[in-house]
């Protein structure tokens, strides 16, 4: 028929979900077939993903989606599995908010300035770029044992199917990609001593990435072949290649466990400014670069919420709704957020520290929270338009921040443009239709997101004025 069917594996750093896309020529329809908690697990060695329980998950989610033309994997991005000569998996894949990084940014830059290695890889300092990881993990037994690095989506694909590859678009945020040339960075990685023919061959969005093997399709009762496609892999680009945009003038802000806001531009902006700016430029479809900055995101709320014990989010939203509006704000593109624990905690301290009145109750910490996320929005979208010198007249928001209308609103309110939020499974809409154009059935990312902007509801909002209290929180943040 005109309608195919294609499964969306998408793993964000708190929960999996394998979502189905149905599309035609002018319809989009996304259903959840299944979602899975993605809980780290602390061992003596250090914090960890359970991608056996991952994989499980994936398996699940397959059977419950049903037959299909195609999968397609994305994830978190960073993170990898190491595989031995035999090629099977050693030890549990490292997760980027593990310590085992910290310290190690500083031996990197006495080899390859930090100037140097941004105007080679154009991407943005975070102690969890892959290259960083590798570089802590250089003396390990494991890492001599290696054999073969695969990304997490592209270690999934490879148990699915048996093939090997590099998907590119989370190829770049290991910090080895040259964003100008969109191929290895081999200069910067002989200089550190990392082997490159660690990584399989590079594969582009669209690429067959092999067939499920037998096994998988007797464990999910599908019947084959099932073709499995290579998509925008790093789950942001997957989310960005979904924002319903009309036009040029926009920006996005992808929200989920991380907030990621900038621009979509044609080629990298590789200036001093920027780098201090800590902008990055990741890989996007059609030869798209994804300048952005990453902000801390609902991670921070996520964490408040685990340490007061799960209370429900739409009571606790609604009480900080009436909180007055920026008590107190933190830096949320702080990385002293980055590691898990003592969150509540650490937010008051970020307050009286920087002189402000210290939030008490969930309610004023969760505003807390809020304020800053939606003045960070605010400062990243700016400068990525000043650095950029493209400007913006509307703010898309993805992913699963659309859900908190009080974020979105108050977004609006400190951009002082208005906000257009929605889809919230963005990362598996950008898979599907990735996997949907392999297969020619939509056009070029002008015309996806056409389809985008005539089938998902969106909500818009206005911003409500106000924008110098926003301007006076931001110099308080930066006086603080
Ligand atoms: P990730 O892909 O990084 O795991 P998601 O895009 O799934 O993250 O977003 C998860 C976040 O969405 C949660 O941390 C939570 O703050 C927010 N969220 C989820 N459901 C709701 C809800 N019902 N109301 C408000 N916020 C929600
Ligand atoms: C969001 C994300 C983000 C990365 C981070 C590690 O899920 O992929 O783009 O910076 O995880």
Redesign the pocket.
């Known amino acids: 028929s005109a309608v195919k069917s294609y499964a969306a594996v998408?793993l964000?750093?708190?929960?999996g979900r394998v979502m189905v896309g149905r599309v035609g020529p002018d319809s989009l329809e996304l259903t959840e077939a299944h979602r899975f908690p993605?809980r780290p697990v602390r061992v003596p060695e250090g914090l960890r993903w359970d991608v056996l329980g991952l994989y499980a998950g994936v398996l699940d989610g397959l059977k419950a989606a049903g037959a299909v033309d195609s999968v397609g994997i994305d994830s978190?991005a960073v993170d990898y599995g190491l595989l031995d000569a035999d090629g099977a998996l050693l030890g549990n894949p490292v997760h980027y908010r593990d310590g085992r990084t910290d310290g190690i940014a500083e031996k990197v830059w006495a080899t390859v300035p930090a100037e140097e290695l941004y105007a080679a890889t154009g991407l943005q300092y975070a102690p969890f770029n892959t290259l960083y990881q590798l570089t802590a993990a250089r003396e390990s037994a494991q890492l001599a044992q290696a054999r073969r690095l695969l990304l997490i989506p592209d270690l999934l694909t490879y148990w699915l199917t048996g093939e090997q590859g590099t998907e590119l678009t989370n190829a770049s945020t290991t910090q080895l990609i040259d964003p100008r040339t969109r191929d290895w960075a081999h200069g910067v990685a002989e200089r550190l001593g990392i082997d490159l023919s660690l990584f399989a061959p590079l594969r582009q969005p669209g690429d067959a990435a092999g067939v499920l093997r037998p096994e998988v399709l007797e464990e999910t009762g599908l019947a084959g072949p099932v073709p499995v496609t290579a998509v925008g892999s790093h789950?942001t680009a997957s989310a960005v290649a979904a924002v319903p945009a009309d036009g040029e003038r926009f920006a996005y802000i992808c929200?989920?466990?991380?907030s990621l806001a900038g621009l979509e531009l044609d080629a990298p902006v590789l200036t001093e400014e920027s780098r201090a700016a800590n902008f990055t430029n990741e890989l996007g479809l059609d030869g798209t670069v994804r300048y952005l900055r990453n902000i801390m995101g609902?991670?921070l709320?996520?964490e408040c919420v685990r340490a007061w014990g799960q209370p429900d989010?739409?009571a606790l939203?609604l009480d900080a709704a009436k909180v007055p509006a920026l008590r107190s704000v933190v830096d949320a593109g702080d990385a002293a957020f980055l590691a898990p624990g003592r969150m509540p905690e650490r937010i008051a301290e970020a307050c009286r520290d920087s002189g402000q009145p210290v939030p008490a109750t969930p309610a004023e910490i969760t505003r807390c929270i809020l304020d800053s996320l939606a003045l960070a929005h605010r400062k990243a979208v700016e400068d990525a338009q000043r650095l950029a010198g493209r400007s913006a007249d509307v703010v898309y928001i993805v992913?699963?921040?659309t859900?908190?209308a009080l974020l979105c609103q108050l977004t609006a309110d400190a951009c002082g443009l208005p906000v257009v939020s929605g889809p919230?499974e963005a990362?598996a809409l950008g898979n599907v239709l990735v996997q949907a154009r392999a297969h020619g059935l939509v056009g070029d990312l002008a015309g996806t997101r056409r389809l985008l902007t005539r089938t998902q509801p969106l909500t818009r909002y206005e911003p409500r004025g106000g924008t110098q209290r926003w301007q006076a929180a931001q110099a308080r943040l930066a006086r603080g």
Do not use: F, M, P, V
Not at 12 to 15: D, R
Not at 255 to 258: E, K, Q
């Open positions: 998408d964000g750093a708190s929960s993605n978190w789950d929200t989920g466990t991380w609902l991670w709320l996520q989010l739409g939203l992913g699963g921040g859900r908190n919230t990362a």
